[in-house]
């Protein structure tokens, strides 16, 4: 039976294909709270990256000291958008994996990643995913009609906290523009590659073996309480309405990439 993670390793070193770097960001109270254990987790890992990547002000002297560990400043706060846009402007030829600072991954979590990519290697690979639904192909539906994807590879949302692995130039130039995402997208990240890679006409594929994340507790505000928050039209929807607006041949798009 073939050792996967060994394989893995050895196209890793012996070849001239991409490093694999995770990268994930962390902010106020969760840097000292959540950081060092989801960290310890991304390193902990069958399959190592060739880099993991914490992008945050004022680490912890704990963090600091964590052997393996990549600390950097971002040269301007974006938000949850710190976890790829750095990464992606400092390695733009290299594989991207992003993680959260609140959850504790399981040892496979980036071999199943790169597993799927050995099969799709043009395709964004994904743990968890929403599908991208649509009302008579030109609107889309409230986010919390969505659910988990069968309708094929070019309808998908990745959630990037669980995990969400980006092939080089797998995503639209567009997607450095640190000025509009914070106009279009500011609090998601999730939607602002979502759209990215829609413009570049890239497909998506979720890891087919389901894996088990745990919350790391925190006191801090969670993302996705954010997102849900706004009435009758969630943050969530309204960061939706905004990127297709301002790109409205990102619909069109999706519907040609499906038929």
């Known amino acids: 039976m073939t050792d996967y993670n060994t394989v893995c390793l050895e196209r890793i070193r012996y070849t001239d294909i991409n490093l694999i770097i995770i990268s994930f960001t962390s902010y106020s109270n969760r840097v000292e709270d959540t950081a060092y254990r989801a960290a310890c987790t991304l390193l902990d890992q069958t399959l190592p990256a060739d880099k993991v990547i914490l992008w945050c002000k004022n680490p912890t002297l704990q ?27 400092e390695f733009p030829n290299d594989i991207i994996v992003t993680a959260d600072d609140d959850l504790y991954y399981p040892r496979n979590w980036l071999a199943l990643l790169v597993q799927e990519h050995e099969k799709h290697n043009t395709n ?20 919390h009609q969505w659910y988990k994807p ?4 070019n309808r998908i949302l990745p959630l990037m906290g669980y995990g969400c692995l980006f092939p080089p130039n797998s995503l639209h130039t567009d997607v450095t523009n640190k000025e509009l995402l914070l106009r279009l997208t500011p609090k998601s990240n999730d939607v602002w590659c979502w759209a990215m890679s829609v ?30 928050d706004g009435g009758s039209v969630t943050n969530k929807d309204r960061q939706f309405q905004q990127v297709i607006a301002h790109y409205p041949e990102i619909l069109t798009k999706m519907v040609e990439m499906t038929d």
Do not use: M
């Open 150 to 153: 069968h309708h094929g590879p």
């Open 124 to 143: 964004i690979i994904c743990h968890l995913a929403r599908e991208v639904t649509l009302v008579d192909n030109n609107h889309l539906k409230p986010y």
């Open 199 to 228: 413009l570049n006409r890239t497909k998506h594929s979720v890891v087919s073996e389901q894996v088990t994340f745990f919350d790391i507790p925190h006191n801090g505000e969670r993302l996705w309480q954010y997102h849900q």
């Open 63 to 89: 963090l600091r000291n964590l052997v393996g560990l990549e600390i950097r400043e971002p040269i301007q706060d974006i938000g949850s958008h710190n976890k790829i846009i750095w990464t992606l402007q």
